[in-house]
């Protein structure tokens, strides 16, 4: 019988993968609070605070903490005050965009 090898997880990991750009409507924002049920109130670099939903597909894939970087598409009815969730970016790819100065100055923790 041969060993199990232990996946590393990738959170940690300090490797870059290649992590989405805002394109057409959508935006840069971060986490601040959470309101269950996969969804939760994100600061966004309009300067509004949106309620952001996971959709179906990335429920079970996508694992969001407060003062995560996302990248969020705002709905087009209520747009103002809802969007969903597009992206979540590592903390190797969030440090990537804050030395290129990609993200809005309100944003930066």
Do not use: H
Not at 28 to 41: D, P, T
Request: proline share 6%; glycine share 8%.
């Amino acid at each position: 019988m041969g060993k199990k090898k232990l996946k590393q997880s990738k959170a940690g990991s300090t490797e870059r993968r290649a992590g989405k750009l805002p394109t057409g409507d959508m935006q840069f924002a971060l986490i601040r609070e959470f309101s269950g049920g996969s969804r939760f109130v994100a600061l966004c670099e309009d300067g509004k605070n949106r309620m952001v939903r996971i959709p179906g597909k990335l429920k079970r894939r996508m694992w969001c903490r407060v003062n995560d970087l996302i990248l969020i598409k705002p709905w087009p009815i209520q747009g103002d005050s809802k969007s969903d969730l597009v992206y979540r970016y590592l903390p190797a790819e969030k440090k990537w965009l804050y030395k290129r100065s990609m993200i809005p100055e309100e944003l930066v923790v």
